[in-house]
């Protein structure tokens, strides 16, 4: 099986250190977003043999739509995963936007559904919807935009939430942009199972993610369906194990108690199964952070989403890796503070690995890279 990576584009800013906020809470960086920067993240990423890159929807960041379409101009190969909330848009609307993506970008869009966790930020951008009602309205959302993308006839559509009549494009998107959904509350699993191409799941345990996969799997087959799987997670990754976990006792030692304080505090808030599920992997505690092998709690004490990191030499991270991909994983979506120095750190020194064990194969913009004896003295030296 061959993995695929992918590489995140913090369109709040970026840092040396922790980012404190995120899911509805405010957050910036001390290196704005300009478009500047995180051109330099994208060419950091396309260099080091990344497929796309992950970029977040909500208040405390830039839009991803026209983050994105911006950035295909800079860039050759690099696909960009924009994140969306359906329901605050039209999905006639989303599914003309995606066609005018691809066409222009040749290709290089890939779609990630977020149904939305948390009910201030939502009610903030006029949704007032619970959360059960929200999952509704994604499963309605992505049946309208699958058909407006293969029929060739007008589609009308009267769902609870979801009404359209008489839609019709012009131009459909090609290739079809592949939908990446996550979600851990009941109500997310037959959605994924129905609508996804790949789930996605934050960084547990491999026991905790296993079970979850399992659960999604047994609803495709309901549907007649087989899903790709992703995990989203940061990482550390040095050439030994103690240059990698001193700079995780750095990240921490840098945040102030306060910070950590506030962003528990709002994230408490949250309706989202999956963040109560990061929240129980620390307690707002700095101690036993540690929660596995490599596997980091340390980041979601102050950062909502993804709060799990691997840390550790290139060959640990790497194993970490391929003990996900065992379960099923196939796509990673990865980041890292500061986020340039970060898919560097790991594609000249994971990436070869994997290469070499059979488990990656670099896009053709990489294809001379990885053999850099740079890159390679860094690899063999973990």
């Not at 659960?215 to 194990?241: E, F, M, Q």
Request: hydrophobic residues 40%; contains cysteine.
């Amino acid at each position: 099986m061959s993995l695929s990576f992918h590489w995140f584009l913090p369109t709040y800013g970026d840092s040396r250190d922790l980012i404190a906020g995120g899911h509805g809470t405010k957050m910036s960086g001390d290196r704005p977003a300009s478009l500047r920067y995180l051109n330099q993240i994208a060419g950091a990423a396309e260099e080091n043999g990344f497929e796309a890159v992950l970029t977040p929807t909500g208040l405390w960041c830039e839009d991803a739509w026209l983050t994105t379409a911006m950035l295909t101009e800079t860039t050759e190969t690099l696909k960009f995963l924009v994140a969306f909330r359906p329901g605050l848009v039209s999905p006639t609307l989303a599914a003309q936007m995606a066609g005018t993506f691809q066409r222009h970008s040749r290709g290089r869009l890939l779609l990630n559904v977020v149904t939305g966790g948390e009910p201030h930020e939502q009610r903030a951008f006029g949704d007032f919807l619970d959360k059960e009602q929200r999952y509704e309205r994604s499963g309605e959302f992505l049946h309208v935009v699958r058909e407006l993308w293969r029929s060739r006839e007008p589609f009308s559509f009267e769902g609870k939430h979801i009404h359209v009549q008489d839609a019709l494009l012009n131009n459909h998107p090609d290739p079809l942009p592949p939908i990446f959904f996550g979600g851990s509350s009941e109500a997310a699993g037959p959605v994924a199972a129905q609508y996804a191409d790949t789930y996605l799941t934050w960084g547990e345990p491999l026991f905790a993610v296993s079970k979850k996969l399992e659960w999604i799997r047994r609803l495709a087959v309901d549907h007649g369906r087989k899903l790709d799987y992703g995990l989203r997670i940061h990482v550390i990754t040095r050439d030994t194990s103690e240059q990698a976990w001193a700079e995780a006792d750095r990240l921490l030692e840098a945040v102030d108690p306060a910070e950590i304080e506030r962003v528990q505090t709002s994230l408490a808030r949250s309706e989202s199964e999956g963040q109560r599920r990061m929240l129980d992997l620390h307690g707002g505690s700095t101690e036993r952070l540690e929660i596995a092998p490599n596997l980091w709690a340390g980041v979601g004490l102050v950062r909502g989403g993804a709060g799990t990191a691997l840390v550790g030499s290139h060959e640990e991270v790497a194993e970490r890796l391929i003990e996900y991909s065992r379960l099923g994983i196939n796509h990673f979506i990865l980041s890292g503070y500061p986020h340039v120095e970060e898919a560097y750190w790991f594609g000249e020194g994971v990436l070869p690995i994997l290469r070499r064990r059979g488990l990656w194969k670099p896009t053709s913009h990489r294809e001379t890279q990885v053999s850099v004896p740079f890159a390679t003295a860094r690899a063999s030296s973990s």
